[in-house]
T-cell receptor
Framework: AQTVTQSQPEMSVQEAETVTLSCTYDTSESDYYLFWYKQPPSRQMILVIRQEAYKQQNATENRFSVNFQKAAKSFSLKISDSQLGDAAMYFCAYRRTQGGSEKLVFGKGTKLTVNP | GAGVSQTPSNKVTEKGKYVELRCDPISGHTALYWYRQSLGQGPEFLIYFQGTGAADDSGLPNDRFFAVRPEGSVSTLKIQRTERGDSAVYLC???????????????FGEGSRLTVL
């Protein structure tokens, strides 16, 4: 079974600075998707960024980028120019590409605090 | 609707009671998922619907939990004889399509917080 591990229960960053959130996963599949979701106090999970395992190029969405290391099974999220609105829980998630229910497997999350 | 809608937002019940949680997915989304998020944890998969049928219910913890989606749109998660350990946020998500080529993006509701006293 696939597992996702987020080793940082909490992280903090100064406004305008850069922070990196870590995620590792375990799978025997060769093709899959990886995601970072943000969960503010409203509880709604919001997709931040998505990476397809067959693509070597790291995904980027504005201030958010990932460092995808397939061999190491590592998928970290970098937030540049941090803003107060970035404060939230961040969850790393895995999804296989074929077969099964295509359910997401989530890590336990990292609570990000942004200090003004 | 514009997004995934879940009702009630909060539900407090007593141990042993029956509870229903409702999810109204984004119009046209054929795939619907239920997840359970306990305090301090990430969401855990419960059940997945493709259309009206439950394609994967492997995450349901026991036979007290049941979900339906009779017309392929709204889904109801039903919990019988609730226990204190059932207290959690129950998240619903929907997706436009699944299968090869699907991007896998799920759109989530704001969840229903269930508290069992």
């Amino acid at each position: 079974a696939q597992t996702v591990t987020q080793s940082q229960p909490e992280m903090s960053v100064q406004e305008a600075e850069t922070v990196t959130l870590s995620c590792t996963y375990d799978t025997s599949e060769s093709d899959y998707y990886l995601f970072w979701y943000k969960q503010p106090p409203s509880r709604q999970m919001i997709l931040v960024i998505r990476q397809e395992a067959y693509k070597q190029q790291n995904a980027t969405e504005n201030r958010f980028s990932v460092n995808f290391q397939k061999a190491a099974k590592s998928f970290s999220l970098k937030i540049s120019d941090s803003q107060l609105g970035d404060a939230a829980m961040y969850f790393c998630a895995y999804r296989r590409t074929q077969g099964g229910s295509e359910k997401l497997v989530f890590g336990k999350g990292t609570k990000l605090t942004v200090n003004p | 609707g514009a997004g995934v809608s879940q009702t009630p937002s909060n539900k407090v019940t007593e141990k042993g009671k029956y509870v229903e949680l409702r999810c109204d997915p984004i119009s046209g989304h054929t795939a619907l998922y239920w997840y359970r998020q306990s305090l301090g944890q990430g969401p855990e998969f419960l059940i997945y619907f493709q259309g009206t049928g439950a394609a994967d219910d492997s995450g349901l913890p026991n036979d007290r939990f049941f979900a339906v989606r009779p017309e392929g749109s709204v889904s109801t998660l039903k919990i019988q004889r609730t226990e204190r350990g059932d207290s959690a946020v129950y998240l619903c998500a929907s997706s436009l399509r699944v299968g090869p080529g699907s991007t896998g993006e799920l759109f989530f509701g704001e969840g229903s917080r269930l508290t069992v006293l």
